[in-house]
C-alpha cells in the first residue's frame, strides 16, 4: 500500500473522530441536560486528544514526507499540501495544550450562558482569561511553525490564506462608505408595520422545513432543532441546524433558518469523494459565510423571493397587511444602529464586525487587557454606531465566539458577505433568469451553479484561485457597495 493512501486512511478516522465531536457538540446545545456538562467537557477533550495524538504521531509525518516523493494527482496533490499544513499546526502544540483549551473553552461556554443573561461580565473574566491565555500559546507556538505573528496564526486557523493585510484593504472602504449610507438609509426609509402575532411554534416550523426543503436541503441527511444559539454543525450526511422561535415574531425567525441552511447546503454538496479528507472539506469560514449570506441576504431578502414569501406567510399564519410584499421589503430593509450584532442589518452588520476584530487583535496581541474589555467595546461602538450599550449583556458579552477560543474568526462574517454580493452577481450573469426562478420558489439552477462553482471545488484551490475561478476577479468590495446601494438608496 503506498504512503499516500495509508495517510488518507488516517485521514478518513481522524474525519470520523471529528464528527463524533460534532454531534457531542450539537446533543450539548441542543438536548443535554445542564448537569451533564462536566462530562461532556471530559468527552470532547478525550476525543480532541486522540485526535492530536494520531495527528501528531511521527508515522503521520513520515507518512508525508514519503507521500510527497509519489506520482499524485491534482486533487492528491491538493490533498497532501493541506494534511501537511494540517500536520505543521498540530505538531506546534502539545497534547496537554489540546486538552486543557478543549476543558477551558467547555468551561468557559457555560459560564458564559449565566453571565450573559445575567449582564456579569465580572463572573466570566477569570475564565475568559484562561481561554485567552491558552490561545496566545497556541497561536504564538503555530505562527512559530508558520512563519506568522500569533493573530494571523489565529486567522489562517479559520479561513486558510487570509492575512490582516487583505482584512485591512477590505475593510477600509466599508468604513470609508458605509456610514454615509447608513445615514442615507436612515433618512429615506419608510416605517415598516410590524406583523402581529401570535405565529404558533408548531407553523412556524412547518414553514421553516418547508422553505429548507425549496432551497435543497436534504431532510433525509439532516434536521432542524432548537437552540439558544442558532448554528448548523454535524456533518456532510448528517447536518444539525438549531434555531430559535418566538411565536411574537415571525420574520427574522424565518431569515435565520434559511441563513443556516446556506451553510448546510455547502456541507452537503461538498465533493463525496473527498469528504474524509482536508481537500474535500469546507474551504473556510469566509467561505462558509459567505454561503449563508448568499441564500439569506442576496436570494431570501429579494423582492423576489418575499413576494412569494409573502404569500406563503399569508396561507400559513392568515392575511394582514404587515405580512404584504411590499411591508416585508420595507420591514428586510430597515436599518438602524442598534447593539445586537446578530440582529443587525446588511449596512451596519460590517461596523459590528470592524469593533471586534479590532478588539480581539489588541487582546492578542497583549495592547488590551480583559479588566478593559467592556470599556473599550462601549467605546468602539460609540465611535463606529454612536450608541452606547448600557450593559455588558448587550456589549462584550453578547457573542459565543471568545469563550469558546473562537480568536480570529469574526472577520469572516464581513468577508463572506463581501463575496456573497460578488458570487450572486456571477451567478445572475450565468443565469439570466434567476430572479424569476427565485420568484417561484425555484432555487435549483442557483444551487446547481454553487454546487458547480464553490461546492464541489471544497478546498482544492487557495483562497483567492477560487474566488476567481468562481466570479472573474479577486475578493473585493465593489460587489457588495453597489448590491447595498441599490438595495437601500430606494
Known amino acids: 500500500m503506498s504512503a499516500y493512501v495509508t495517510l488518507e486512511r488516517r485521514f478518513k478516522r481522524l474525519a470520523d473522530l471529528g464528527g463524533a465531536a460534532a454531534v457531542l457538540n450539537w446533543d450539548q446545545a441542543v438536548m ?27 508515522q503521520t509525518g513520515d507518512l508525508i514526507e514519503a507521500a510527497a516523493a509519489e506520482p499524485l494527482d491534482a486533487w492528491q496533490g491538493a490533498n ?18 489540546v486538552e486543557a483549551t478543549a476543558r477551558a473553552t467547555n468551561a468557559c461556554e457555560m459560564t458564559w450562558r449565566e453571565a450573559r443573561a445575567a449582564s456579569d461580565y465580572a463572573a466570566l473574566r477569570p475564565k475568559l482569561e484562561e481561554v485567552l491565555r491558552l490561545t496566545r500559546e497556541a497561536a504564538s507556538l503555530q505562527g512559530a511553525k508558520l512563519g506568522l ?10 479561513q486558510p490564506g487570509l492575512d490582516e493585510a487583505t482584512i485591512d484593504r477590505l475593510f477600509a472602504p466599508l468604513q470609508e462608505r458605509l456610514p454615509g449610507l447608513i445615514d442615507d438609509a436612515l433618512a429615506r426609509q419608510g416605517r415598516a408595520l410590524e406583523p402581529e402575532g401570535p405565529f404558533p411554534v408548531a407553523l412556524q416550523k412547518q414553514l421553516a422545513k418547508e422553505l429548507m426543503a425549496r432551497l435543497g436541503f436534504d431532510f433525509d441527511h439532516g434536521r432542524l432543532d432548537e437552540s439558544t444559539h442558532p448554528f448548523c454543525g454535524g456533518t456532510p450526511t448528517d447536518i444539525r441546524i438549531t434555531t430559535r422561535y418566538d411565536e411574537a415574531e415571525i420574520v427574522s425567525a ?20 473527498w469528504r474524509h479528507q482536508p481537500v474535500g472539506e469546507a474551504h473556510g469560514m469566509a467561505i462558509h459565510e459567505s454561503q449563508s449570506l448568499l441564500i439569506e441576504m442576496q436570494a431570501c431578502r429579494s423582492p423576489a423571493f418575499l413576494g412569494f414569501l409573502a404569500a406563503r406567510l399569508a396561507e400559513t399564519f392568515g392575511q394582514q397587511p404587515a405580512l404584504a410584499p411590499d411591508n416585508l421589503i420595507r420591514h428586510y430593509r430597515t436599518v438602524q444602529k442598534g447593539l445586537i450584532r446578530v440582529d443587525a442589518d446588511e449596512l451596519t452588520y460590517p461596523l459590528h464586525i470592524v469593533l471586534r476584530y479590532r478588539l480581539e487583535k489588541a487582546l492578542v496581541t497583549g495592547d488590551l487587557d480583559l479588566h478593559d474589555l467592556p470599556a473599550a467595546w462601549n467605546d468602539g461602538m460609540q465611535e463606529l454606531l454612536g450608541i452606547r450599550p448600557p450593559d455588558d449583556r448587550q456589549g462584550c458579552l453578547q457573542d ?13 462574517y464581513t468577508l463572506g458577505a463581501l463575496l456573497a454580493a460578488q458570487l450572486f452577481r456571477a451567478a445572475e450573469a450565468a443565469i439570466p433568469d434567476l430572479l424569476a426562478h427565485i420568484a417561484r420558489g425555484d432555487f435549483e439552477p442557483l444551487l ?32 457588495f457597495l453597489a448590491h447595498v446601494g441599490e438595495r437601500y438608496a430606494r
Not at 482544492?460 to 476577479?473: C, K
Open 32 to 58: 443535554m441536560p445542564k448537569g451533564g456538562n462536566a462530562a461532556r467537557g471530559e468527552q470532547l477533550a478525550a476525543l480532541g486528544g486522540l485526535v492530536h495524538e494520531i495527528l501528531t504521531a511521527p
Open 80 to 97: 497532501l499540501a493541506l494534511v501537511r499544513r494540517r500536520f505543521d499546526r498540530a505538531t506546534a502544540l502539545p497534547q496537554e495544550l
Open 149 to 158: 505573528e500569533p493573530y494571523p496564526a489565529l486567522l489562517d486557523g479559520f
Open 254 to 273: 424565518i431569515m435565520g433558518v434559511m441563513h443556516e441552511t446556506g451553510h448546510a447546503l455547502y456541507e452537503a454538496g461538498l465533493p463525496e469523494p
Open 400 to 412: 459565543i465566539h471568545w469563550p469558546v477560543g473562537a480568536f480570529g474568526y469574526f472577520p469572516n
Open 448 to 479: 446547481a451553479w454553487l454546487r458547480t462553482h464553490v461546492h464541489e471545488k471544497a478546498s482544492s484551490l487557495p483562497l483567492q484561485g477560487l474566488i476567481q475561478e468562481a466570479t472573474g476577479a479577486e475578493l473585493g468590495t465593489e460587489a
